[in-house]
């Protein structure tokens, strides 16, 4: 099915959202531009011409220290700037929706919308600098949500999976420094909840740090507390117990098999 708007609709559209979102700048700039205003974002999607789908935007960004590439993809776009004052000409910014905890939906099926969003409420979106240019007589459909504030950050590499596994693991742990979980493969593990007992016998505090794309450290527990804590792309989990303490841990895991 094809539409059948004039290509200069979503161009005059995306040129008011344009004025609005930089309103209260003093310039236009690139990806690395920094807003002054509190909302600073107005997230819009754009329909393809001939199938009328939502399109999917897609770019790669430095991961792990620069020591890899990953690649995102994304149907939500913040307005950077027209090139050269053309007509329909315009380069956009990737934005990922993100949960108020950071969580982001990295499972990508097919370029599903719904794929996009995650099973919680969206919290905010991220400006990710990644930025591409498009040609806007090449949609011929646009939805705006409400205008953020969207600050800069990485963003969670996509990953596409055939399906996702649920996989719960339990233990104890007792005196020492020790590592009670290692993902065998990095990446294999789309995100996870970690939760710690402290026993009411313990004569100590336990400690505990989750390795991820952003490290998780848990706030001390003390005996007879329980604590758990949610991390994207986790490679592992460490418990520290003082002498004469011990508990219990619980992982669920979210595993990613690809296609």
Known sequence: M?????????????????????????HHGDCDEKPTNNLNT?????????????????????????KSLESFKTPFFRVDKFIDDRDCCVQLELLQAQTEEGTASPVIKD?????????????KFIRTGICITVDLSCYCGIECLTPVFAKYENPVPSRSCKETIKEELCGLFGTGNVT??????PGAYLEATFEIFNDGSSLGNVDAVI?????????TLSPDTTVSREAIMPSSFTILAP???????????LRCVPF
């Open 2 to 26: 094809g539409c059948s708007h004039s290509k200069q609709c979503i161009c005059n559209l995306v040129r008011q959202i344009e004025e609005a979102q930089f309103e209260k700048t003093s």
């Open 42 to 66: 107005i997230p819009f999607m754009l329909i393809s011409n001939g199938t009328c789908d939502f399109f999917i935007g897609k770019g790669i960004f430095s991961h792990n220290e620069g």
């Open 111 to 123: 370029d599903d919308i719904c794929s996009f969003l995650s099973s919680h409420s969206i919290g």
């Open 180 to 185: 009670v979980w290692k993902a065998a493969l």
């Open 211 to 219: 390795k991820a794309q952003q490290d998780v450290i848990f706030p």
């Open 243 to 253: 002498p004469g303490t011990s508990g219990r841990y619980c992982i669920t895991l």
